[in-house]
C-alpha cells in the first residue's frame, strides 16, 4: 500500500484483519509528511501483519511475486510520478492498482503504459469513506483482464458484503471502466445529497419542524423504502449537539465544498451526448452556495416574503417522500443510462445488474432500491431506460402527483428546491410525446442554414429552408456533438 491517509491507512488494516501480509509505504515530503510510516507502524498498526518501509527499493523488494501494489494518493502528476518509480523496481507481470479518484481518460493512459511495459494495471473506485475502508468498502475495479483473479481475493476480502453476502467488488472491465463508474457514482451521491438537503430545508421551513422531528421523520423513512446510508446520516447530523448543549447543523455555515468527481461526471456526461440535469444542478448548487457574500447581497435586494407553516403537516410530509423517492429515481435513472451510453460508445460491455449490487453496500449511495435496479437489469428484455422498467412505472405513477404538489408548492413560498424541479422537469421532458425542439432546430436553420428533419418524411433526411428570400441554397453539414 503506497499512500497513508485516512483511505490508504484503513484499507492496509483492513487487509491485515483478513489475513493479509502488508507492505506500507508512504511518500516523503520533507517538513509536512516525515515519519508517517513510524507513527502509523508504531500506533495503530502495530501487532498485525503491517510492515513500513520508507525507502522505495525496499519496500517493492519485500513484496511477493507477482507483486500486487496498490496506491491511495491524491489523483493526477502524484500517481504517474509513483508510476515512474516503480516501473525500473517491478517484475514483469506486477500489478499496480490506482484506487483513488483519478480521470478515467488518465487511466485509459496508465492501463497502455504499463501494459506495454509488461505490467498490469488496475484503476479501481473505492467508496465508503473512512469506515468502509476499515470495515467494508463497495470496490469497482476495472484495466488488465488479466490482473482479476490475482487481486480479486485481496479486493473481494476488504469489499462490504451485501445481505446476501456477495461481496461489492466485481469486475467492471476494461480500461478506465472502474473509474468511469465511480465517477457515476459520485455523481449521484452529489444528487442524492442536494436532495436530501432540499427535503430538510422544505421539513424546516414550510413544515416548521424542529431538529429533532426532522430526525424522526428520516429515521422513519430509513425504514422504508427511502432506506439509504444517506438518509441514515441525516437523522444522526440532526439529533447531533455541540459540546455547549446547541444543534450544530444550526452554526454549521450553508457554503458547500467539492473535489471534482461530480464535475466530472456532468462533463462527460456532455461529451456522450447524455442529459444529467439533476446531477448538474448539484453541482451548480454547491458552485452557488460557496458564493456567501453574493448571495447576502442578493438576499437583500431581492427579499423573500415570509413562508408561512403549513399546517396539514402529514400531506406535507408525504409530499416531500414522494418528491425525494421520485427525484432518486431520475437521478439513478440518468447515471445508468450515462453509463449504459459509455459501455456502448468505448465498447466496455458494463454489466448493469452488477454494477447496482456492487452499490448495495459500502458504499456511500448505498441504498434499498438498488436490488429493484438489479433485477430490472437481469430481466431478459433489459429496459431502454429505467424509468420504463414495469417497477419503476409503477413506483412513478404512485409519487408523480405529490411530487408535482410539492415542488409547486415550494416555488410559491419562494423556496428554491433545483433538484426536485431539475429532476421533475426532466421526467416530464422523457414522457412528453411532442418538445419544442423544432423551433431550436427551425432557429439553427434561420441562422446557420443547419438544416432539419421534417414530420412527414422519414428520420435521416435532412432540409434547408430559405427562410428570408434572398438566402441561398448552400447548407450545413449535419452532425451531433
Same mark, same amino acid.
Given at each position: ?22 507492505? !506500507? ?85 496508465? !492501463?497502455? &503504459?504499463?501494459?506495454?511495459?509488461? @505490467?498490469? @494495471? ?74 436530501? %438537503? ?46 455547549d448543549g446547541s444543534m450544530l447543523i ?65 400531506? &406535507? ?9 421520485? %427525484? ?12 449504459q451510453k459509455a459501455s456502448d460508445e ?7 445488474? %452488477? ?13 434499498? @432500491? ?22 419503476? %412505472? ?11 404538489? &410539492? ?9 428554491? !428546491? ?64
Amino acid at each position: 500500500m503506497i499512500g497513508l491517509a485516512v483511505m490508504g491507512e484503513n484499507l492496509a488494516l483492513n487487509m491485515a484483519n483478513h489475513g493479509w501480509n502488508v507492505s !506500507v509505504y508512504n511518500r516523503t515530503v520533507p517538513g509536512i509528511e516525515e515519519g508517517v510510516v513510524e507513527r502509523f507502524i508504531n500506533g495503530r498498526a502495530q501487532g498485525k501483519s503491517i510492515s513500513g518501509y520508507t525507502v522505495m527499493q525496499d519496500f517493492v523488494d519485500s513484496i511477493q511475486t507477482p507483486r500486487r501494489i496498490m496506491m491511495m494518493v491524491r489523483a493526477g502528476r502524484a500517481v504517474d510520478d509513483l508510476m515512474q518509480q516503480l516501473f525500473p523496481l517491478l517484475s514483469p507481470g506486477d500489478i499496480i492498482i490506482d484506487g483513488g479518484n483519478s480521470n478515467y481518460e488518465d487511466t485509459n493512459r496508465r !492501463v497502455a &503504459l504499463s501494459e506495454e511495459k509488461g @505490467f498490469r @494495471f488496475v484503476g479501481s473506485g473505492v467508496s465508503g469513506g473512512e469506515e468502509g475502508a476499515l470495515n467494508g468498502a463497495s470496490i469497482m475495479p476495472g484495466g488488465s483482464r488479466a490482473a482479476w483473479e490475482s487481486v480479486k481475493p485481496i479486493l473481494q476480502s476488504i469489499a462490504a458484503k451485501a445481505e446476501d453476502g456477495t461481496p461489492c467488488c466485481q469486475w467492471v472491465g476494461p480500461q478506465g471502466s472502474g473509474h468511469f463508474v465511480k465517477m457515476i457514482h459520485n455523481g449521484i451521491e452529489y444528487g442524492d445529497m442536494q436532495l436530501i %438537503s432540499e427535503a430538510y430545508w422544505v421539513m424546516k421551513h414550510i413544515g416548521g419542524m424542529s431538529n429533532e422531528e426532522m430526525a424522526d421523520v428520516f429515521e422513519a423513512w430509513n425504514r422504508g423504502k427511502l432506506q439509504s446510508y444517506l438518509v441514515e446520516i441525516t437523522a444522526n447530523i440532526l439529533r447531533h449537539k455541540s459540546a455547549d448543549g446547541s444543534m450544530l447543523i444550526d452554526q454549521i455555515l450553508d457554503t458547500a465544498g467539492q473535489k471534482g468527481t461530480g464535475k466530472w461526471s456532468v462533463i462527460n456526461a456532455m461529451e456522450l451526448g447524455m442529459p444529467l440535469g439533476l446531477i448538474g444542478t448539484a453541482v451548480f448548487e454547491r458552485s452557488l452556495s460557496a458564493d456567501k457574500d453574493m448571495r447576502v447581497k442578493a438576499s437583500g435586494r431581492f427579499p423573500h416574503a415570509p413562508i408561512t407553516a403549513d399546517s396539514d403537516r402529514e400531506t &406535507l410530509l408525504n409530499n416531500i417522500f414522494a418528491a425525494l423517492y421520485a %427525484s432518486k429515481l431520475v437521478s439513478y435513472a440518468q447515471g445508468f443510462s450515462v453509463l449504459q451510453k459509455a459501455s456502448d460508445e468505448f465498447g466496455w460491455d458494463l454489466d448493469m445488474a %452488477s454494477i447496482a449490487r456492487m452499490w448495495r453496500g459500502g458504499c456511500i449511495i448505498r441504498s434499498a @432500491f438498488l436490488n429493484d435496479i438489479a433485477q430490472a437489469y437481469d430481466e431478459a428484455e433489459k429496459p431502454r431506460h429505467l424509468l420504463l422498467a414495469p417497477y419503476f %412505472s409503477r413506483e412513478m405513477e404512485q409519487l408523480l402527483d405529490g411530487w408535482r404538489t &410539492l415542488v409547486g408548492k415550494a416555488l410559491t413560498s419562494g423556496l428554491p !428546491v433545483p433538484a426536485f424541479s431539475s429532476a421533475l422537469n426532466y421526467f416530464y421532458s422523457l414522457t412528453s410525446e411532442s418538445l419544442p425542439a423544432n423551433m431550436v432546430q427551425a432557429q439553427r436553420d434561420y441562422f446557420g442554414a443547419h438544416t432539419f428533419e421534417r414530420k412527414d418524411e422519414p428520420r435521416g433526411r435532412f432540409y434547408h429552408e430559405n427562410w428570408t428570400g434572398h438566402g441561398g441554397d448552400t447548407k450545413s453539414g449535419t452532425y451531433n456533438v
